[in-house]
């Protein structure tokens, strides 16, 4: 029954999907293959030859090599100008890349890393547009060597300037466009395309629950800046090291019972680490999320956002029995009256998402949600519309 509440992302017409397989990197390729030649044309060792083929082709026919040499950059460029553009034209923005400059990287931890771009232009800026502040946004990044883009979600920033892009990027372990992206100098130039609408949620939302593993954080925070003040949000928030959730405490207690000594719990923890300065960056996020004047107001029923903390390296890990404790625990306090929807959203690396809800499922070149699977498949989870991100 809960495979019906299952919804679609539905990112724009156009827009480039999901990017964590290798199906995914094979959709999203911007002229790869033929920027790929070019390059292997051009490595060093093979000039000579290649010299030495164009001067022959001066003075004798045209060779295949030669037509390859010819037609493979000039495919490229069409390739660009045709197939790299029309992947996306039917986004909001539909003129293709737009150039920021990376203005600041902060360091998370020896992995992650929050990026701070401006646009080069004070007309050029993806950060707004119609619909987007009921959405989970990202954006795509190029990486110009290899004409590939990635997806990457923007980072809230409450209380700053709405042209400049924050993004948390982690650093793949050879990943190509996450790994240029780590290796820029500040000043460099960065061409964003979008922005892409990976989820809208619906209207009438009052409660959320969210399980996000690693850089998924910051979906979450989208959805907790989107609906402050309106819905109580509760994030379930996984971290590989203590480094990235710095100075962030959990607001539920310790559980009582087998596997509590597996769980730190700050309990009033938080208001001592808004004193210090030792806080990530996304702990930071979530602090000013946490007070903004729609949702800082001390009545009991003023919805709240409500985060927890765990880390790998600690042993630290979310338990399906606190989740299920969560979402067992709404339930009673919407007993009796008209309750507004419910959201269980998963965000995170594939194995996360496949470990708490199943895979995600390809079907005629786009991503669907799949069967509800995983852990939350054992779940009752009457009223709860689940959603993996
Ligand atoms: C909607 C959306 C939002 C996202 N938001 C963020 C975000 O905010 N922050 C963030 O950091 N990421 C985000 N991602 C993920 C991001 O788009 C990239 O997928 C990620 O950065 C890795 O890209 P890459 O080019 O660096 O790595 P890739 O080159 O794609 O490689 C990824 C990993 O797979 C391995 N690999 C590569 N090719 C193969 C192969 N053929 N077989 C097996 N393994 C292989 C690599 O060694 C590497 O470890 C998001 C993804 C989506 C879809």
């Known amino acids: 029954m ?16 999901y990017l964590r397989s290798s199906a995914q990197r094979r959709v999203v390729l911007l002229s790869t293959t033929s920027k790929r030649l070019q390059e292997k044309q051009d490595a060093p060792g093979q000039h000579g030859q290649r010299d030495g083929e164009q001067r022959q082709s001066k003075t004798t026919s045209i060779r295949p090599f030669t037509v390859l040499a010819l037609f493979i950059p000039l495919g490229y460029a069409v390739s660009w100008v045709t197939g790299g553009r029309t992947e996306n034209t039917a986004s909001a923005s539909e003129d293709g890349f737009v150039k920021y400059t990376l203005a600041i990287k902060e360091d998370v931890s020896a992995t992650s890393a929050i990026f701070t771009l401006t646009p080069m232009t004070t007309s050029s800026t993806l950060a707004s547009g119609p619909g ?9 990044i190029k990486q110009p060597q290899l004409q590939i883009a990635r997806n990457y979600t923007i980072l809230p920033s409450p209380g700053s300037s709405t042209e400049e892009l924050r993004f948390l990027i982690r650093r793949e372990r050879k990943g190509e466009v996450s790994g240029y992206l780590h290796r820029l100098p500040l000043g460099s130039k960065i061409e964003l395309r979008g922005p892409v609408m990976d989820y809208v949620w619906p209207d009438g939302v009052d409660e959320v629950v969210f399980l996000a593993g690693g850089t998924g954080i910051v979906p979450a925070l989208q959805v907790a800046e989107g609906l402050a003040g309106q819905a109580h949000v509760h994030i379930l928030c996984a971290n590989r090291s203590r480094q990235d959730c710095a100075g962030g405490f959990s607001d539920t207690p310790s559980p009582k019972g087998w596997f509590s000594w597996l769980v730190r719990s700050g309990d009033n923890l938080d208001s001592k680490s808004e004193t210090t300065n030792e806080s990530s960056p996304i702990v930071s996020i979530v602090k000013t999320l946490k007070h903004l004047p729609n949702s800082a107001s001390t009545t009991p029923d003023t919805p709240k956002l409500r985060v927890d903390y765990f ?12 989740v299920r404790q969560l979402l067992l625990s709404a339930q009673p306090a919407n007993a009796g009256k008209v309750t507004g929807k419910r959201l269980l959203l998963i965000s995170g690396p594939e194995g996360f ?15 669907i949600q799949g069967p509800l699977g995983g852990v939350l498949s054992t779940f009752s989870l009457a009223g709860w519309e689940v959603v993996k991100l």
């Open 132 to 140: 987007l502040e009921r959405a989970i946004r990202s954006v795509q």
């Open 2 to 17: 809960y495979l019906r509440a299952l919804r679609q992302r539905s990112p724009l017409p156009g827009a480039v999907p």
């Open 353 to 367: 998402i496949n470990y708490w809800a199943g895979p995600k499922q390809w079907m005629n070149g786009r991503e």
């Open 311 to 322: 880390v790998d390296e600690e042993n630290i890990f979310i338990q399906p029995d606190q």
